[in-house]
């Protein structure tokens, strides 16, 4: 099983990116999918949740009203939208797979390496 996250890099204020995950290993729609992140020196942090279908979604009061999170299983593939990007969102951000629906990281079965997102000033 391989959750590949790609789409990170450097932002500056204000700017927008679009992270991917994409899936292999595993059937997709059998499974949640949430973003998480990491600043440096902290702990890891919920950022978004999406159901099997994509019908539903949970976001983290952090990126709430910032950041969309999508799905496409045909693609096996997890999409999170970032906007209005602010310094203190500099962080790795993941992808995980979950086969209950659940913002607690440790019930993730699957991780992805995490992808690099950088916010300047």
């Known amino acids: 099983v391989q959750l590949q996250a790609s789409g990170g890099g450097l932002v500056q204020a204000g700017g927008s990116l679009s992270l991917s995950c994409a899936a292999s290993?595993?059937?997709?729609?059998?499974?949640?999918m949430g973003w998480f992140r990491q600043a440096p020196g902290k702990e890891r942090e919920f950022v978004a949740l999406?159901?099997?279908?994509?019908?539903?979604?949970i976001y983290g009061d952090s990126a709430k009203g910032r950041c969309t999170v999508s799905r496409d299983n045909a693609k096996d593939t997890v999409y999170l939208q970032l906007s209005s990007l602010k310094p203190e969102d500099t962080a790795v951000y993941y992808c995980?797979?979950?086969?209950?629906?659940?913002?607690?990281?440790?019930?993730?079965?699957?991780w992805g390496q995490g992808t690099l997102v950088t916010v300047s000033s």
């Open positions: 995980a797979a979950s086969e209950i629906w659940t913002t607690l990281g440790h019930q993730y079965k699957y």
């Open positions: 290993g595993l059937t997709l729609s059998n499974y949640a």
């Open positions: 999406i159901s099997l279908t994509g019908s539903s979604t």
